[in-house]
């Protein structure tokens, strides 16, 4: 298994721009999500899905959206790229409970984003 | 809403000492999830504590969950170089989907 994959590794974007950071996993794993994170910050949730067809915000959504096509794919967009959103991004994928409940966290590699 | 604070922020410990880190919620949490991540790395899944007053080992580490599941601990007995990295908390609240981190305690093990 390769578990949770992203791409790309590193990206730089200039102001307005926009793009799409690819995270798929290979676990059957119902539950995905994607973080930011910034020195001193920790982890912040961005948004999360319960399953395919299904998204929510968490506690940064704004200038980012997503989709959950299929069980394997969770893409984050940026729409129009600004300096804030900066970040080390890193997306996660877990079993869940029947309620929806996220289990144990599996993470992937990041991505390293600067927007100038 | 849930307010979790975890402390201290930042550890510089001498590699053989101890070395503790808190996580503290303002409301009662269903269970909670310990997370360690190396310099440049990423979050990996230590453990996750469920019952109140609960205590887990692995190897010279302990965790912790207080009897009334607001507060948990990790305890590091006798710190090495390859402890050093950013623990994190992750605590979960009575319902909802959202799995949410705490600010992380980065520890340096100084030889």
């Known amino acids: 298994n390769a578990g949770v994959t992203q791409t790309p590794k590193f990206q730089v974007l200039k102001t307005g721009q926009s793009m799409t950071l690819q995270c798929a996993q290979d676990m059957n794993h119902e539950y995905m999500s994607w973080y930011r994170q910034d020195p001193g910050m920790g982890l912040r949730l961005i948004h999360y899905s319960v399953g395919a067809g299904i998204t929510d915000q968490g506690e940064v959504p704004n200038g980012y959206n997503v989709s959950r096509s299929t069980t394997e794919d969770f893409p984050l967009r940026l729409l129009s790229a600004a300096p804030s959103q900066t970040s080390v991004y890193f997306c996660?994928?877990?079993?869940?409970?029947?309620?929806?409940?996220?289990?144990?966290?599996?993470f992937g590699p990041g991505t390293r984003l600067t927007v100038l | 809403g849930q307010q979790v604070m975890q402390i201290p922020q930042y550890q510089h410990v001498q590699e053989g000492e101890d070395f503790t880190t808190y996580c503290n919620s303002s409301?009662?949490?269903?269970?909670i999830q310990w997370y360690k991540q190396r310099p440049g790395g990423h979050p990996v899944f230590l453990i996750q504590l469920v019952k109140s007053g609960e205590v887990k080992k692995q190897k010279r580490l302990t965790f912790q969950f207080g009897e009334a599941k607001k507060n948990s601990s990790l305890h590091i007995t006798a710190t090495q170089t390859t402890d050093v990295g950013t623990y994190f908390c992750a605590p979960r609240g009575g319902g909802g989907n959202k799995l949410t981190f705490g600010t992380g305690t980065q520890l340096k093990v100084e030889l």
């Open positions: 409301t009662t949490l269903s269970n």
């Open positions: 996660a994928s877990s079993y869940s409970s029947l309620a929806g409940s996220p289990d144990t966290q599996y």
